[in-house]
Antibody, heavy 117, light 110 residues
Framework: EVQLVASGGGLVQPGGSLRLSCAASGLTFSSYNMNWVRQAPGKGLEWVSYISSSSDIIYYVDSVKGRFTISRDNAKNSLYLQMNSLRTEDTAVYYC??????????WGQGTMVTVSS | QTVVTQEPSFSVSPGGTVTLTCGLSSGSVSSSYYPSWYQQTPGQAPRTLIYSTNTRSSGVPDRFSGSILGNKAALTITGAQADDESDYYCVLYMGSGIWVFGGGTKLTVL
């Protein structure tokens, strides 16, 4: 069974940092492009970042550029999101999601990030 | 700023057919935007229904179908069931590595 398990969320003060992880199993992780998608409380989904299978292509939504860094370790079947200079508006559930044909087909269960003083 | 538009809410009777749409604030949606659709119930991760306009994701029943209707992408649910009551999101690939989600449609089955 293909599974993505996100972790690393928590409560952090504005201006702080957090590193999210997403552990993949049941698939050849190194073959697939991956994403982070977030959802603020009571709001809709927002795509955050994309990384290609070999890490050579990376994209970010404008609101996180210069603050967030996506990365992966194919040897560890893991995806990461380093989040710096966090703002209250970054408060959300963060989902990792596998890419297929320019869409998202497998989703992790999400990890909650709360930015508050 | 490109906005992807969806109906905020919709209702359908059990057994009925409903079509949800996904448009652009400026311009038309075509297959080149690779529209995809997701179902989400409260507290759960999204579930992929349709990608690449009309390809059903694994395990999705054929009463869910995707298409382009006029200048919008569309998700049609035929024979609506009580457990179809969910939030539905579309997302469009805008090119240059950018995906934009619509605001979502809250579907009520009653």
């Amino acid at each position: 069974e293909v599974q993505l398990v996100a972790s690393g969320g928590g409560l952090v003060q504005p201006g702080g940092s957090l590193r999210l992880s997403c552990a993949a199993s049941g698939l050849t992780f190194s073959s697939y492009n991956m994403n982070w998608v977030r959802q603020a409380p009571g709001k809709g989904l927002e795509w955050v970042s994309y990384i290609s299978s070999s890490s050579d292509i990376i994209y970010y939504v404008d609101s996180v550029k210069g603050r967030f860094t996506i990365s992966r370790d194919n040897a560890k079947n893991s995806l990461y999101l380093q989040m710096n200079s966090l703002r209250t508006e970054d408060t959300a559930v963060y989902y990792c999601a596998k890419t297929t044909v320019l869409a998202f087909d497998i989703w992790g269960q999400g990890t909650m990030v709360t930015v508050s003083s | 700023q490109t906005v992807v538009t969806q109906e905020p809410s919709f209702s359908v009777s059990p057994g009925g057919t409903v079509t949800l749409t996904c448009g652009l604030s400026s311009g038309s949606v075509s297959s080149s935007y690779y529209p995809s659709w997701y179902q989400q119930t409260p507290g759960q991760a999204p579930r992929t229904l349709i990608y690449s306009t009309n390809t059903r994701s694994s395990g999705v029943p054929d009463r869910f179908s995707g298409s382009i209707l006029g200048n919008k992408a569309a998700l049609t649910i035929t024979g609506a069931q009580a457990d179809d009551e969910s939030d539905y999101y579309c997302v469009l690939y805008m090119g240059s590595g950018i995906w934009v989600f619509g605001g979502g449609t809250k579907l009520t089955v009653l």
